[in-house]
């Protein structure tokens, strides 16, 4: 298990910075996921950690030694590329034993590593393949071999499921979170996909515009999102935001107003203009007036199988409400919706930041 220390670390392409002294410590053992919309940097930060992209300032390192300024193959990594990046005149066996080759491992520790690894992965009947004779699932299978044959003690994944169908995809993250467990190394994985990084992760980096805009455990993330845009870019819909207006301990939308007194401010803010933040599933919807609640206007409804998504109109502000699907079909045009205080989120409408 390698920990794995970065320090304001720089990286510019010509006028463009793509990392803005970014700093991340990354405890041995751990399952880190950089999360991220595309241009944000987060596979940009992993090429450094690689040492396959140079920084301009900054300083990598794994436990005690700095590795800044060495080479990709003498940082002890194993990598797994979003295209595979397997030799297609090689069978996956020659695929996986290649890295050993070119370090000069014997014909026994070859065999010895890919027979590990191969078990490990169930692609044992695999190994006498070529890349064109296997699944895009099986393919990527081989690839995580290659990189677990080297014994490294990090791994990095580079979107290495953005190539799969949904089904493969659910099944390559179970053998993945699977693999993590039974190996114990530091897993660094790179992702545009917030299902990915929730059901992986121990902790999340969401990454916008070339800085950490918050890390932590997946719970803390969707829960208390430390900016707007990490409230809107993780949760499938995203967080519903409404302009409202702070006063003492109460929240006023329109005519609209909720008590706030069991809210956790950061520090007191002044009274105001805000943004509120509500998930679809802290929104309760009654088909009647009930104690607590505020009349709204059901404007379109989502069946989705296991839940449905009611859009809703709250004095001309939309917002989201998820329901069992046996009430969706019976509610009216007018509803009465009430918001669960620990749901509750509160920014700062300039600046982003949660209060």
Known sequence: MTRVRIE??????????????????????????LLGPSGCGKSTLLSAIAGLDEVQSGRIHFDDRDVTALEPNEREIGMVFQ??????????????????????????????????????LQITHLLDRKPGQLSGGQRQRVAIGRALVRQARLFLFDEPLSNLDAKLRNEMRAEIKSLHERLGATFIFVTHDQI??????????????GIIQQIGTPEDIYRRPATRFVADFVGSPAMSFLDATLADQTLDIGPARIDLSAYAFAKPPAPGPVTFGIRPERVSVH?????????ARLTAREPMGADTLLWLDLHGQRLSARVPPEIGPALQDTVHIGFDPAGISLFDPKSGLRL
């Not at 030799?87 to 590593?113: C, D, H, I, W």
């Open 8 to 33: 304001n670390l720089v990286r510019s392409y010509g006028t463009v910075q793509v990392l803005k002294d970014v700093s991340l410590d990354i405890t041995p053992g751990e399952f880190l996921v």
């Open 83 to 120: 295209s595979y990046a397997l030799y297609p005149t090689m069978t996956a066996r020659a695929n996986m034993a290649f890295a050993l080759r070119v370090s000069g491992a014997t014909k026994a520790q070859m065999e010895e590593r890919v027979t590990w690894a191969a078990n490990l």
């Open 287 to 295: 088909p009647e007036v009930t104690l607590g609640t505020h009349p």
């Open 196 to 209: 990915e990084a929730m059901t992986l992760a121990t902790r999340v980096a969401v990454m916008s515009g």
